[in-house]
């Protein structure tokens, strides 16, 4: 491979670039196959001879124990598949509270890297140093067992107004039960999302042609609000309200969010934040500060010079590494499992594992998932990216 | 990709080593060490002290087995495994034996090509519950969240257990023993459930250990004890027997103090035992005085059991179940003849 | 003919110099600000003092037992007993002197590439680097160079959590680097085996990766055979890592200039002779930060170790914690032990990084 080309007067068979990418592709073909023939011959030789069995048969079968959390129903006569759909829908959960937080987290300690007040930018610093550079798994076990575990118990539990709770079993706030008409405040409210998005379409035109602004954001909020607060009105409040109360034990009723969940998205946000933070300042660094004196020249005011100059830039730089972080925490919130917050890989590949033995299915199950989630988040990433990267010339 | 292949290549040229699917016994001599699968860390089962020594009652059965085998009890090779992997470690030939508390259930002894070889410790699930919440019985538990360690089969107890008795509950699932301690001492839940040999354990790791109880329902039954592979039946009966030897050692009153002495000048039974005008360690393929180097080197059952988790340790379980069958207990020992 | 003087500098306005402007320049320099300065100000003020006096004033540090801790503030007594057990492992305690030798090899290693110059730096510290895994692994095993035998069992402690981290990426090293170049190759089937492969790789956690090491490795073996648990994790790691450092390398790649190319094959230079001599060593130091930040990443992962069993630091803690003599819940002190253990490395690992970002940026600008 690695001698010097010689002249020839013919070039030889192997000397031909086609012929030789043909007989290189064959021998990675025949390698991969015998690689995968001995293991899949190896697995099942071996599966035989410890009476395992295989296939995905055990999804039909009943699990047999309870879960903590379970976003649709769920008690212990459901099946194991129906463990699996439990566990994917908390581990969607959690990534997606980790996500928002962690990006909101990171924007602000990015941008408080820049801030007028020392004791502001040593806070940012500290924090980034401090959280980048500790494990996650301690982390966890820090949001769960050092902070959250110090909260009051069910009894004394701190309250908002008697109808919010925190206590060291969770944080417990009313819901809301529909009632007859609820219909149609949903309906509002999806009237308003859409009118959002033609009344954008409609201002951004009429700037281009005109030049005149228009307020968007504030009419936007304002129709957000106020639709679903007129059908509400109008409907006579058509929902019952559904108070936490304490009841032996614990509180019954409401919506809980156990402590685990909080542990794991507060650690996930801010192990996550840390990195989106370092992503923001390296965006906001790499825009040349020509940008800003420009845009001060032409006098831009300071908060527009951020929106309009600077951001958008940043970016540019900015969204390919988010894109690596979210995936990362996604990945990251595996370790669920260390605090018992039931995620996919807690019931899944923990208890279901455990109760059925069958590794090879689980597992892979489970690598299929993440790696689709991942893939997802980088589609919908790129396809941001592409809007943000600037034409090039 | 040809250095996949190339790095499983090197992989297997460094850590590869053919475990016989019969004959552990020669393996064991030619090798020189007992591979004994233990817990990471479970007190009083098999625990590692500061120094890196094992210690612990499931660690005392690998003990036994190599003192009786190569005469050394010290000559073991601890593997620490997880629940999830130790079955496929002893099928794989990884290890010898798998002493680690795991319970001798229909399943598991008949399906998973293994045999189980005895019981060294009668276990069951059990509850403890803070003093102040007023709670005399698991009955009484209705509503109220659980901390469970996991395990394989404290899940499913639990779910039938409280389903059987139409109680409701909320199960807060913890990998490891000092985090659901944790998590019973913040009062993240009002009961906390295990075996009842780990409630002990846990309930001694309390920063007040006399405010809470361990409540008198056993809800399931786990007896724990070594497994083997099966089809190598001479190495099944030698740590099959090595169990029973401790057992019966005690019955008959020998431990590691006075071995000696039964050896030299007590009464048949005893010298029997500690290898005395007898072939019963050449019928398993090892010498005579097996059991004799057990009691002198690991000591007896009872003697095993007071100073891993009886009153000699910090956890003092009371025997219990694991008493002699003569003293109230179920501990019974085929005769050695 | 009047020689011209400058008139002398005027001095800066009497409000913008000063320790008292600087004070109001930093912290209070609007309301917003004053604000959050005293914010600020008061957390760390309720913070802090409890903390100095938990962590340092009523801490316990002399004794060998648990019994020996009788003040409030925190047992340090659980920590120095542990300490060997948290660092080496059950190691026997004789050999220890191989791990330390190690352990000054490695400090040597970084010195070098710190102190050294150019030409010894690549003749000598980077040759050094990529052996300095093997021979660890030799030294610590023991039986290849007539040392006493070392079974893996007893290899633990936080000298496990660097050595698998280091002898992982060294083998990821050219694996990533073939995957990498199989990714820009333009052989169809080649190019789709590495996306496939690199994508897996970093699409799935490293937790599942763990747990296919774990119970579904020697599932892959013929019968029979098995192969050590650290075997297994380490291949295992090595491809989680292949698969992120192939990325860092794609990115070098794009980085380097298509004239260099051209004017390799303008050269007449093989396939290789181009890819190893001219386009490598630039890809390499472009990669560099990224690769080192991948590093701590790994680094840090291996604390997942502890879910399927292996001795490395934080699953020594956690045995440590349920040994039945110290079972007084020393929780918070081990944790935060190996926090610290580990903040140290991955902080100095950021710092070096960023110095050889420094250093090999031989670029023109500025």
């Known amino acids: ?393 | 990709m040809k250095r996949l292949t190339s790095v499983i290549a090197t992989g297997l040229a460094l850590g590869l080593s053919f475990g016989a699917q019969a004959g552990t016994l020669e393996d064991v001599q030619k090798r020189g060490s007992v591979s004994c699968g233990v817990s990471t860390g479970l007190a009083g089962f098999s625990q590692k002290d500061e120094n890196g020594t094992w210690s612990g009652l499931d660690v005392d059965v690998c003990r036994s087995v190599a003192a009786a085998v190569l005469g050394d009890a010290s000559k073991v090779q601890y593997k620490p495994l997880t629940a999830k992997e130790r079955f496929t470690a002893l099928q794989s030939g990884e290890i010898d034996i798998l002493s680690r508390n795991t319970t001798w259930t229909h399943t598991r002894d008949t399906s998973l090509g293994l045999n189980f070889a005895g019981v060294n410790y009668y276990d069951g699930q059990g509850f403890m519950v803070s003093k102040d919440l007023g709670v005399s019985s698991a009955l009484d538990l209705d509503g109220a969240a659980v901390c469970i360690q996991a395990g394989t089969t404290t899940e499913l107890n639990l779910a039938d257990y409280f389903r059987a008795n139409g109680i409701t509950y909320n199960a807060i699932t913890f990998d490891t023993s000092d985090q659901t301690r944790a998590g019973f001492e913040s009062g993240r839940c009002d009961v906390l459930t295990s075996d009842q040999s780990q409630l002990y354990a846990l309930r001694i790791g309390l920063k007040d250990p006399s405010s809470a109880m361990v409540l008198p329902e056993v809800i399931s039954k786990e007896p724990l004890g070594p497994v083997v592979r099966q089809g190598d039946d001479q190495w099944f009966n030698i740590v099959k027997w090595s169990v029973y030897a401790m057992v019966e050692a005690e019955f008959m009153g020998i431990n590691s103090a006075n071995a000696d002495q039964a050896k030299s000048q007590g009464n048949p039974g005893q010298q029997r035992l500690m290898g005395v005008d007898t072939d019963s360690g050449e019928k398993m393929g090892i010498s005579n005085d097996w059991a004799y180097n057990i009691v002198k080197q690991v000591g007896n059952y009872g003697e095993s059991f007071e100073r891993n988790v009886g009153q000699g340790s910090p956890l003092k379980i009371s025997r219990g179940l694991n008493a002699q069958w003569n003293k109230g207990g179920i501990m019974y020992s085929s005769p050695v003849r | 003919m009047k020689e011209f003087k400058p008139l002398p500098d005027q001095p800066a306005p009497n409000d913008t110099v000063g320790p008292i402007h600087w004070v109001k320049d930093n912290f209070f320099s609007s309301a917003a600000n004053t604000i959050a300065t005293l914010l600020i100000l008061a957390l760390l003020a309720t913070v802090i003092p409890p903390l100095v006096d938990w962590l340092l004033i009523s801490a316990n540090w002399s004794g060998t037992t648990q019994d020996a801790c009788t003040k409030d503030g925190a047992c340090w007594v659980f920590v120095i007993a542990w300490s060997k057990q948290f660092f080496y492992g059950s190691y026997p305690t004789e050999e220890l002197w191989r791990i330390n030798l190690c352990v000054l090899m490695l400090i040597g290693v970084i010195a070098s590439s710190q102190l050294l110059n150019k030409d010894w730096r690549n003749k000598f510290s980077i040759p050094a680097f990529l052996l300095l895994p093997f021979v660890c692994i030799l030294i610590l095993d023991g039986s290849w160079i007539g040392l006493e035998y070392v079974s893996t069992d007893y290899w633990g402690g936080f000298a496990l959590n660097v050595l698998l981290a280091a002898a992982s990426i060294i083998v990821a090293f050219p694996l990533s680097f073939v995957w990498a170049l199989g990714r820009r190759s333009e052989m169809p089937f080649i190019k789709s085996v590495s996306i496939l492969l690199i994508e897996f790789f970093r699409g799935v956690p490293v937790l599942a990766l763990f747990f296919m090491g774990s119970v579904m490795l020697p599932l892959f073996f013929p019968e029979g055979t098995n192969v050590d648990k650290l075997v297994r994790v380490w291949i295992v790691l090595t491809l989680f890592m292949a698969g992120y450092m192939a990325e860092v390398f794609r990115g070098g790649f794009q980085a380097v200039p298509t004239g260099q190319y051209e004017a390799a094959d303008s050269l007449g230079l093989s396939y290789w002779q181009k890819t190893l001599l001219i386009i490598l060593p630039q890809v390499i130091k472009v990669s560099m930060p990224n690769i080192l930040a991948t590093f701590v990443m790994l680094f840090k992962n291996t604390t997942f170790l502890l879910i399927i069993g292996i001795f490395e630091v934080l699953s020594t803690t956690q045995t440590a914690l349920t040994n039945s003599n110290w079972l007084g819940g020393h929780s918070t002190e081990g944790y935060l032990f190996v926090a610290i253990v580990f903040w140290i490395c991955c902080y100095s690992m950021s710092r070096i990084s960023a110095s050889i970002e420094r250093k090999l940026d031989t670029s023109h600008k500025n």
């Open chain 1, 1 to 393: 491979m690695s001698e010097k080309p010689q002249v020839k007067s013919s070039p030889s068979f192997f000397n031909n670039p086609r012929n030789r990418s043909i007989i290189y592709q064959l021998l990675l073909l025949f390698g991969l196959g015998y690689f995968f023939y001995s293991i899949i011959s190896n697995t099942l030789a071996n599966m035989e001879a410890r009476g395992i069995q295989s296939g995905y048969d055990f999804l039909f079968n009943t699990a047999g124990f309870d879960i903590l959390m379970s976003l649709i129903p769920y008690d212990a006569t459901n099946t194991y598949g129906r463990t699996f759909i439990v566990g994917l829908l908390n581990t969607v959960l959690v990534s997606i509270i980790g996500i928002i937080l962690s990006t909101m987290v990171g924007f602000i300690m990015g941008v408080a890297h820049f801030s007028h007040n020392l004791l502001i930018r040593k806070l940012a610093t500290a924090y980034v140093e401090t959280f980048r550079n500790i494990p996650l798994l301690l982390q966890i076990f820090f949001w769960y067992f050092a902070v959250l575990a110090a909260l009051p118990s069910a009894r004394q539990s701190m309250s908002l107004g008697e109808v919010i709770f925190l206590n060291v079993r969770g944080l417990y706030f009313p819901g809301l039960t529909p009632e007859g008409g609820a219909s149609v405040v949903y309906a509002a409210i999806a009237a308003a999302i859409i009118g959002i998005f033609v009344l954008k379409r409609w201002a951004k035109k009429r700037q281009d042609d005109t030049g005149q602004q228009f307020p968007v954001l504030w009419v936007s909020l304002g129709m957000l609000f106020g639709l679903p607060l007129l059908a509400l009105i109008v409907m006579g409040f058509p929902f019952a309200w559904d108070i936490p109360y304490l009841k032996g034990f614990n509180f019954r009723g409401g919506i809980t969010v156990i402590p685990e969940l909080m542990a794991l998205a507060l650690a996930l946000t801010v192990y996550t934040g840390a990195f989106i933070a370092e992503a923001v300042r390296a965006g906001i660094q790499a825009v040349p500060h020509g940008q800003t004196e420009a845009a001060r020249s032409i006098g831009l005011k300071e908060g527009k010079i951020m929106k309009l100059i600077i951001v958008p830039q940043a970016m540019r730089v900015i969204v390919p590494l988010l894109n690596s972080e979210y995936q990362s925490l996604v990945k990251n919130s595996t370790l669920a499992t260390a605090i018992g917050y039931p995620d996919l890989f807690t019931v899944f590949v923990g208890t279901t594992l455990n109760q059925t033995g069958q590794a090879i299915e689980i597992v892979f199950m489970t690598m299929a998932v993440y790696f689709v989630v991942n893939m997802t988040i980088s589609f919908l990433m790129n396809r941001l990216n592409s809007s943000v990267a600037l034409t090039e010339r």
